[in-house]
């Protein structure tokens, strides 16, 4: 399974673009990146996906490195409600036996969104 | 709101009770994902149910077991409960295992206190 390194913590001003890294040098060629996010002790709230183009929903931003060694989530205007920890995930694409599609949730990064 | 509904939202019982949990999917989702997050191992994957079978098991202890039934709502029973069964417990669900395009979207959760 492809691994994901994020920083442990970041900051960002109230109204300014919060561009959150992730690094996933191994991943597959056919796995997805997908971002996660949970503020305090709620259920992880779904962000955004991509395989290799840029995405964009009315959420975020998703960037993928044209190598898709890594990727970053772009949150365009931020608010004090996006104080959350972020989760940058590859997701696991067997079909048959073994994971199923599971998600594998590291640390995060627990993004921080000051007045 | 997700679409997935967990209860209860709260549980407090004794070590060696046996507790069930209760989600229901977002409708025309057949698959259920439960997860467990605990302050010490975060967020990790228990058990997976496509359709009324088990599809694939992570880290979920024997004296645990999950059932989904045929109008799709599943259930996790926890037995002989410890104090390190205490944690929050999220049900996720998604159209269908296996395919990496479709994101889980995650229930509130199942706060659990074991005294």
């Known amino acids: 399974d492809a691994k994901t390194t994020q920083p442990p913590s970041m900051d960002c001003a109230e109204g300014r673009a919060a561009n959150l890294p992730c690094n996933h040098s191994?991943?597959?060629?056919?796995?997805?990146v997908y971002w996660y996010r949970q503020i305090h002790s709620q259920g992880p709230q779904y962000i955004i996906h991509?395989?290799?183009n840029n995405e964009t929903n009315e959420m975020a931003s998703l960037i993928i490195t044209e190598d898709r060694k890594s990727s970053t989530l772009i949150l365009p205007h931020a608010t004090l409600r996006d104080t959350a920890v972020y989760y940058c995930?590859?997701?696991?694409?067997?079909?048959?036996?073994?994971?199923?599609?599971?998600?594998?949730f590291g640390k995060g990064t627990k993004l921080s969104v000051k007045p | 709101d997700s679409g997935v509904t967990q209860t209860p939202k709260h549980l407090i019982t004794a070590t060696g009770q046996r507790v069930t949990l209760r989600c229901s999917p977002r409708?025309?989702?057949?698959?259920v994902y439960w997860y467990q997050q605990s302050l010490d191992q975060g967020l990790q994957f228990l058990i997976q149910?496509?359709?009324?079978?088990?599809?694939a098991k992570g880290n979920i202890l024997e004296r645990f077991s999950a059932q989904q039934f045929p109008d799709l709502h599943s259930e996790l029973n926890l037995s002989s409960l410890e104090l390190g069964d205490s944690a929050l417990y999220f049900c996720?669900?998604?159209?269908?295992?296996?395919?990496?395009?479709?994101?889980?979207?995650f229930g509130d959760g199942t706060r659990l206190s074991i005294l």
């Open positions: 996720a669900s998604s159209p269908s295992p296996g395919n990496s395009n479709q994101p889980q979207h």
């Open positions: 191994t991943i597959s060629g056919n796995e997805y």
């Open positions: 991509g395989l290799k």
């Open positions: 995930i590859v997701r696991v694409a067997k079909r048959y036996g073994g994971s199923q599609g599971n998600l594998i």
């Open positions: 409708s025309g989702d057949l698959s």
């Open positions: 149910y496509y359709n009324g079978e088990e599809r």
